[in-house]
T-cell receptor, first 114, second 112 residues
Framework: ETGVTQSPTHLIKTRGQQVTLRCSSQ?????VSWYQQALGQGPQFIFQ???????GRGNFPPRFSGLQFPNYSSELNVNALELDDSALYLC?????????????FGSGTRLTVV | GQQLNQSPQSMFIQEGEDVSMNCTSS?????WLWYKQDPGEGPVLLIA?????ELTSNGRLTAQFGITRKDSFLNISASIPSDVGIYFC????????????FGGGTRLMVKP
C-alpha cells in the first residue's frame, strides 16, 4: 500500500508567479485535503476535494484553487504568489466515511516565495 | 474562526521523565486528535478521541477528551530520545467533513 506522495518536495518562486503542487492519494482513498503550514505553526485547512469537486474550504482567498482527478490525485494551484504564501503545503488523503484512522498526510511541499 | 490554544509551546525534559501537554478551544469539537510531526515529514496520527471523557492509550501515550468537549491533554510516560518532535492537537466537527483545526504545536526536546 503506497502512502501519500507530493511533488515537488521543494521549490522557489518569485512574487506574482503562479505555482502548481501535486498530490497522489494513498491507494484506496477517495478524498484529498490540502493544508498550509507556516513556519512554527500548526497546519491550516485550505480545502477538500471529493468526487472531483470542492467539498469544504477554509479561510483562503480564491487565488488558491484546486483540482481532483478521476484517479483521486489532486493539484493545488496558487496564483499571484505573495511572500506570505511561503509555507509547507501538506496534502492528506482519506476515504469518506472511514473517519480519522484513514487520514494520511504526505511529507509536504516546501514553497518559498521571494 | 475557531482556534486551539496548545501549551506548552516547547519543553526540555530529561530522558525517562513523564510529559504532559494540553489543548483548549473556545468552542466544542466532536473529535480530538493528537499528531506528531518529525522534521521534513507530515503529521502522523498518534491517538484519536471520539467521546467526551474518553481516555485512550497507545503504548506510552495517553490522551483524554475533556468533559466539556473544549479541551484535551496528551501524556507521554518515560520519555525517550525518539519522542523528540512537534506534537499537535487537532479538533474536528462532525458537520465540517474531514476538516481539522490544529493547535500551534508543542516542541518536545529531550536531554539525553
Amino acid at each position: 500500500e503506497t502512502g501519500v506522495t507530493q511533488s515537488p518536495t521543494h521549490l522557489i518562486k518569485t512574487r506574482g508567479q503562479q505555482v502548481t503542487l501535486r498530490c497522489s492519494s494513498q491507494s484506496g482513498h477517495n478524498t484529498v485535503s490540502w493544508y498550509q503550514q507556516a513556519l512554527g505553526q500548526g497546519p491550516q485547512f485550505i480545502f477538500q476535494y471529493y468526487r472531483e469537486e470542492e467539498n469544504g474550504r477554509g479561510n483562503f482567498p480564491p487565488r488558491f484553487s484546486g483540482l481532483q482527478f478521476p484517479n483521486y490525485s489532486s493539484e493545488l494551484n496558487v496564483n499571484a504568489l505573495e511572500l506570505d504564501d511561503s509555507a509547507l503545503y501538506l496534502c492528506a488523503s482519506s476515504t469518506a466515511g472511514r473517519g480519522n484512522y484513514g487520514y494520511t498526510f504526505g511529507s509536504g511541499t516546501r514553497l518559498t516565495v521571494v | 474562526g475557531q482556534q486551539l490554544n496548545q501549551s506548552p509551546q516547547s519543553m526540555f525534559i530529561q530522558e525517562g521523565e513523564d510529559v504532559s501537554m494540553n489543548c483548549t478551544s473556545s468552542s466544542i469539537f466532536n473529535t480530538w486528535l493528537w499528531y506528531k510531526q518529525d522534521p521534513g515529514e507530515g503529521p502522523v496520527l498518534l491517538i484519536a478521541l471520539y467521546k467526551a471523557g474518553e481516555l485512550t492509550s497507545n503504548g506510552r501515550l495517553t490522551a483524554q477528551f475533556g468533559i466539556t468537549r473544549k479541551d484535551s491533554f496528551l501524556n507521554i510516560s518515560a520519555s525517550i530520545p525518539s519522542d523528540v518532535g512537534i506534537y499537535f492537537c487537532a479538533g474536528q466537527l462532525r458537520n465540517a467533513g474531514n476538516m481539522l483545526t490544529f493547535g500551534g504545536g508543542t516542541r518536545l526536546m529531550v536531554k539525553p
